[in-house]
T-cell receptor, first 112, second 115 residues
Framework: GQQLNQSPQSMFIQEGEDVSMNCTSS?????WLWYKQEPGEGPVLLIA?????ELTSNGRLTAQFGITRKDSFLNISASIPSDVGIYFC????????????FGQGTILTVHP | GAVVSQHPSRVICKSGTSVKIECRSL??????MFWYRQFPKKSLMLMAT?????????EQGVEKDKFLINHASLTLSTLTVTSAHPEDSSFYIC???????????FGSGTQLSVL
């Protein structure tokens, strides 16, 4: 089946630093999504990418859909303490909309 | 925006009992709902896809007789963990999408602890 490799697994950074994480896949996805999850909560959508090469921003977050359709990255600029959480990439392939394959997650810790 | 309500948020039960988790779409009709399972600090693993009015489609390795899914209406899907055992303890999350909609919304999850 499809697999997503997300890295890094965890990051410990100082407030104000920029963050970058990425996902790669062994197969092509039609849509890439980035979610943030906080303890005891469901994932919350941050950015959705629908076209290869697409670069999309949401405030301090920027994500890109790789040209090969097998990878995506998420950047967070000028991190703040409330950015703490687990970030997941998710890919959707084929015609079954909503059936997502998730990456392993990146645990982000921001020190004030 | 659209909201998906999941209930209960936390449940503790004895081994051998059955537990029902509800997932409701509050302001849209969810033609398809998805059920995920998540272990601490791990990824979400899709368990099954639930379409209104039809049988759920289970992912490989997921026991359909263990995890009963019912999607009886366009706003409600339920997951019943039957004869729960400690190894069933996990965080269960639903998601829902509307007909023709491109957006997918997640519930807030249910933490199941089986003693």
């Amino acid at each position: 089946g499809q697999q997503l490799n997300q890295s890094p697994q965890s990051m410990f950074i100082q407030e104000g630093e920029d963050v970058s994480m990425n996902c790669t896949s062994s197969s092509i996805f039609n849509t890439w999504l980035w979610y943030k999850q906080e303890p005891g909560e469901g994932p919350v959508l941050l950015i959705a990418l629908y076209k290869a090469g697409e670069l999309t921003s949401n405030g301090r977050l920027t994500a890109q859909f790789g040209i090969t359709r097998k990878d995506s990255f998420l950047n967070i600029s000028a991190s703040i303490p409330s950015d703490v959480g687990i970030y997941f990439c998710a890919g959707q392939g084929g015609t079954s909309y909503g059936k997502l394959t998730f990456g392993q997650g990146t645990i982000l810790t921001v020190h004030p | 925006g659209a909201v998906v309500s999941q209930h209960p948020s936390r449940v503790i039960c004895k081994s051998g009992t059955s537990v029902k988790i509800e997932c409701r779409s509050l302001d849209f009709q969810a033609t398809t709902m998805f059920w995920y399972r998540q272990f601490p600090k791990k990824s979400l693993m899709l368990m099954a896809t639930s379409n209104e009015g039809s049988k759920a489609t289970y992912e490989q390795g997921v026991e359909k007789d263990k995890f009963l899914i019912n999607h009886a209406s366009l706003t409600l899907s339920t997951l019943t963990v039957t004869s729960a055992h400690p190894e069933d303890s996990s965080f269960y999350i639903c998601s829902a999408r509307g007909k023709g909609g491109e957006k997918l919304f997640f519930g807030s999850g249910t933490q199941l602890s089986v003693l």
